[in-house]
């Protein structure tokens, strides 16, 4: 289909366009396939509704569900569930080019730039290269994460469920994509059944984390090992921003939440919870015991998100942390935003803006309509909205009780949070153009 557009429509079509239709194809395929008989436990069609929500959710590695994975879907079901968060997790795009480049096809200037779009890559050059990486880069780890995981479930369900787990939660985790396999023992009860694992709980945090940094900072980490100065400015901001974003959460939830578990279990719970937050989905304690202040916390860091280039969705760590330093700017007076002696763009702090409005509006509005329709309160409902959009897959319980309105919302925030806000922008509105003249200028007041 890539080569199709590239061939057929390449005057008509562009790159954002062709991303936005990629996604819609892989879930209005994976939702005709889930419909089928062959993928559920009972033998009998899922109405279309049921599995192209369950679709939508599996390719924008989101995690929320209306039907149990594990109970639910037969194991061809969770199959096509796992392919969804593998080819969503990595970019639609990036697996075309990678069968284009395995079948000897042509890779040209428009199909790097499709690439380079969809994966906000800084430069063309380069593209067909880095698709080799990104595949190299998530099997490896995707492996390592199996095998880690494999001891545990292999003691718990047998060797070979204990495969089939151990990858399921390696690609699902990676991915940031929060499905589980654990409805077995309770329905809908993620990974709460292991709160008192640290090693599981260690494992999927670190495998969480490694795929919501992004590629390009894992190619920065290849190319330049320990030698952080020579990273870009883009992979710095990275690394710093996420870490903040793990550890003062954590401090937060370890001072104000869990107060009833023991030590140990407290401090991994209250990691675990700043990481999964950020568009894991995850959870290992019952989120519904948590306080409102604790709660809102989650909402904020679930709407951040991961990192640009990476199988995360959200706002994105950069977006925050440009926003912050921006702030600072104004703060100190100063006309240029700074960070690690570079100058961030003024293009690259105004679509940061514009990320942060789009996110604000569609998941306020959306939690307020849903509160409306459903007659629940409002901080559910936005906890539940800033899951969608953010592609976490957290819940406070209610998703699977919707109406088709709320849960026709949930589908559009999915889609929007994994696609990104500026590309459907982009897909949606032509470009200007560039105009050498500019209006009059006239200052006015602000704040």
Excluded at 150 to 162: L, Q, R, S, T
Excluded at 240 to 267: D, G, K, M, S, W
Excluded at 341 to 356: I, L, P
Excluded at 403 to 424: E, P, Q
Aim: charged share 15%; aromatic share 10%.
């Amino acid at each position: 289909m890539f080569h199709f557009f590239k061939r057929k429509k390449r005057k008509n079509v562009t790159s954002f366009q062709v991303i936005i239709i990629s996604f819609l194809a892989l879930i209005l395929v994976g939702a005709i396939l889930l419909m089928l008989p062959v993928s559920s436990v009972h033998g009998g069609f899922t109405s279309f509704f049921d599995a192209l929500f369950t679709a939508t959710s599996a390719t924008c590695v989101t995690g929320l569900v209306v039907k149990d994975t594990a109970t639910y879907w037969s194991g061809f079901g969770q199959s096509v569930i796992l392919a969804l968060i593998q080819i969503g997790g990595m970019g639609v795009i990036t697996i075309g080019l990678a069968v284009m480049r395995a079948s000897g096809m042509k890779i040209g200037l428009w199909h790097r730039s499709t690439m380079q779009s969809s994966i906000a890559a800084p430069h063309v050059g380069g593209m067909v290269r880095f698709t080799g990486f990104i595949l190299k880069t998530t099997i490896i780890i995707e492996v390592i994460g199996a095998a880690l995981l494999f001891p545990v479930f292999c003691m718990d369900f047998g060797a070979a469920k204990g495969i089939w787990l151990s990858v399921f939660h390696s690609v699902s985790a990676f991915c940031n994509a929060g499905f589980d396999l654990l409805g077995e023992r309770e329905q809908f009860s993620s990974l709460t059944s292991y709160s008192s694992n640290s090693y599981l709980s260690s494992v999927i945090t670190l495998l969480i984390i490694a795929g919501g940094i992004g590629f390009l900072v894992w190619n920065d980490i290849k190319t330049f090992k320990f030698s952080v100065k020579r990273y870009s400015l883009q992979s710095k901001i990275v690394l710093v921003t996420t870490l903040l974003l793990i550890v003062l959460p954590a401090l937060a939830f370890f001072i104000n939440e869990f107060e009833h578990l023991p030590l140990q279990e407290r401090i991994t719970g209250s990691l675990f919870q700043s990481v999964t937050t950020r568009t894991a989905g995850f959870n290992t304690l019952d989120l519904t015991n948590m306080h409102e202040s604790g709660i809102s916390v989650m909402i904020v860091l679930m709407l951040v998100g991961g990192s640009p280039g990476s199988t995360a969705g959200g706002m994105k760590t950069v977006t925050f942390a440009v926003l912050f330093l921006s702030a600072i700017t104004v703060f100190r007076r100063k006309k240029d935003v700074q960070c690690f002696k570079r100058r961030v763009s003024e293009d690259t702090v105004r679509s940061a803006g514009v990320v942060f409005f789009m996110y604000l509006v569609l998941f306020f509005a959306s939690g307020v309509i849903i509160s409306r329709a459903e007659h629940l309160p409002i901080l559910t409902c936005l906890f539940e909205t800033s899951s969608a959009i953010g592609t976490v897959g957290l819940t406070l319980g209610i998703t699977a009780k919707l109406s088709a309105l709320s849960k026709v919302i949930l589908m559009l925030l999915m889609f929007f949070g994994r696609v990104g806000g500026l590309t459907l922008i982009y897909a949606a509105l032509p470009s200007s153009g560039s105009s050498k003249s500019r209006q009059p200028l006239e200052d006015i007041s602000i704040g």
